[in-house]
């Protein structure tokens, strides 16, 4: 992943990614009703211009997103067109960016890429791409005064060239501009390209080591991959130089010097930092055994009663169930018989409308039911009771 990052290829092999488009997103703004920027030109949208960009007239979400992605699409060919050497897909994107908001390169960033002569005068080698970094913060200017907005895009946009969020690098309470009498950009002041990318390669935003490029220090990053510049005509620009690195300082130990004679300086011995003693090595606990036993079972949860014979469960014949169908089946009887003896008096008759009641066919299986409770519940209730002892027995 951070290998293709990285890898170079011609401007007509790629695209502005999302990283390009949420960059213009933020910095652009959105205004779905037409406005005046800064310098009075019409402007609608995410940042357009032109004959759509009307003072008052307003459009659609959809129609700016698709406004948006034609101003991407064109800017990037901008690139394309006017770059001639490879780039990385962060390189790409920052010069997307910065076509999006000025409408084209600018003559020194295109002279540090392509080789040829910057506003200053120096002659490039093409493929400067260290020096075509410098060049970010120098275009911030709207009608020739540097703008907060402008120049903490172009810090933006600089992080974007060397493969750094920016989000967090380029905030709004971390970005100063200050100008002098004279219209220039107080480097004292100032929030420096250098103090921007460093906190860049600080930012947690985003997983570690994404790219090659968090692991370079700021040397490696605007370190120019050419030959130093030959003036040509003019004087070089004061300002806009990399500001030299100081050493990492040495921890060394103190050096003796004898009381006469010149003083001799020893060389510096580097004294390593103590490190802190590795943490003893506990070794983990061991399973719990898994003991495998019989669980005792409360005999008294078996739907059947208490175990003992005078608690037992009842039988159909001394259920309530029982009593009451006897109760509608004589009722039933007493019905038939009194109904029928009103009428006629055959005894077929009454038989023959009895066999066929319903009531009556359930009083003689209730009958038959109660007969075989009554002859077998003292023997069965003891067989039942024996067996549910044992069972207890066993299980405990």
Not at 237 to 260: C, D, G, H, R
Not at 319 to 333: F, N, Y
Request: glycine fraction near 8%; charged fraction near 20%; aromatic fraction near 4%.
């Amino acid at each position: 992943m951070a290998i293709e990052i990285l890898r170079r290829r011609p401007p007509s092999e790629l695209y502005p990614s999302r990283a390009a488009v949420d960059l213009i997103r933020h910095f652009e703004g959105l205004s779905l009703t037409g406005y005046l920027d800064p310098i009075g030109i019409p402007t609608i949208g995410y940042g357009r211009t032109g004959p759509v960009a009307v003072v008052g007239k307003r459009i659609t979400l959809a129609e700016a997103d698709a406004l948006l992605d034609e101003d991407v699409a064109s800017h990037a060919q901008i690139v394309r067109d006017q770059i001639t050497v490879p780039l990385t897909q962060g390189e790409m994107d920052a010069l997307t960016s910065l076509a999006f908001n000025l409408g084209y390169i600018p003559k020194s960033l295109k002279a540090c890429l392509n080789g040829g002569v910057t506003d200053a005068g120096k002659v490039m080698t093409p493929g400067s791409y260290g020096s075509a970094l410098l060049q970010f913060p120098r275009n911030c200017r709207a009608a020739g005064i540097p703008l907060k907005g402008l120049y903490r895009r172009r810090l933006a946009e600089a992080c974007l060239f060397c493969d750094l969020p920016w989000e967090n690098a380029c905030s709004i309470s971390v970005i100063k501009l200050q100008v002098t009498e004279g219209g220039q950009i107080d480097p004292n002041e100032s929030t420096s390209l250098e103090d921007t990318l460093m906190r860049a390669r600080l930012d947690t935003s985003k997983p570690p080591n994404t790219s090659e490029t968090l692991k370079k220090p700021w040397s490696e990053l605007v370190k120019k991959a050419e030959p130093e510049a030959v003036p040509a005509t003019g004087e070089a620009e004061p300002a806009e130089k990399e500001a030299p690195q100081p050493n990492p300082p040495l921890v060394s130990a103190p050096v003796s010097v004898p009381p006469s004679g010149p003083a001799v300086q020893a060389p510096a011995v580097v004294v390593p930092a103590p490190q802190p003693p590795p943490p003893p090595v506990t070794a983990p606990k061991p399973p719990e055994p898994v003991v495998i036993a019989p669980k005792t079972v409360d005999v008294k949860s078996i739907p059947y009663g208490e175990i003992a014979p005078e608690n037992g469960a009842k039988n159909m014949s001394e259920s309530q169930r029982g009593v009451g169908m006897v109760i509608v089946g004589a009722g039933s009887l007493i019905q038939i018989i009194t109904t029928r003896l009103g009428v006629g008096t055959a005894v077929g008759a009454i038989a023959f409308d009895l066999s066929r009641d319903p009531v009556v066919i359930a009083l003689v299986a209730t009958a038959v039911v109660a007969a075989i409770g009554w002859f077998t519940r003292k023997r069965g209730t003891k067989v039942m009771t024996k067996g549910m002892i044992e069972a207890k027995t066993l299980l405990k």
